[in-house]
C-alpha cells in the first residue's frame, strides 16, 4: 500500500510540473500575442514603421500576391492537365522543354 501511495504521489507531482510547464508557455503565448499586437497598432497609426515589406506600398504587395497566385494556380492547372491526361508536361516560363531518349531516337 504505501509503494502504491509513493508512485501516485510521484505521479502527481509529476502532473503538478508539467501544469507548471503548460501554464509559463501559456504566459509566454499570451505576451508574445500582446507584444505583436501591439507593434502592429502601432503600425497601423503610423507610429511605426513597417520594415518587413521591403519599402512596399499595401497596393505594390497585393500585386505581387496575386501574381504570384496565378503562377500558383497555372502551374497547378499544368500538372493536373498532365496527371488527368498522360500527356507530357507543358513548357512553363523561362523553362525549356524537357528532352527525353525517345525524342533523340
Known amino acids: 500500500q504505501t509503494k502504491i501511495n509513493e508512485a501516485f504521489s510521484g505521479v502527481s507531482e509529476e502532473m503538478g510540473d508539467v501544469g507548471m510547464a ?14 505583436a499586437s501591439a507593434v502592429d497598432e502601432l503600425i497601423a497609426s503610423g507610429a511605426l514603421e513597417d ?19 496565378n503562377e500558383v ?12 491526361g498522360g500527356s507530357a508536361p507543358a513548357q512553363i516560363e523561362g523553362q525549356q522543354a524537357p528532352t527525353s531518349q525517345e525524342d533523340k531516337a
Open 73 to 84: 494556380e497555372a502551374e497547378l492547372a499544368r500538372m493536373k492537365g498532365q496527371v488527368e
Open 51 to 69: 520594415h518587413s515589406t521591403g519599402g512596399k506600398d499595401d497596393i505594390t504587395r497585393e500585386l505581387e500576391q496575386m501574381s504570384s497566385n
Open 22 to 35: 503548460v501554464e509559463r508557455a501559456e504566459d509566454k503565448t499570451a505576451q508574445m500575442q500582446a507584444r
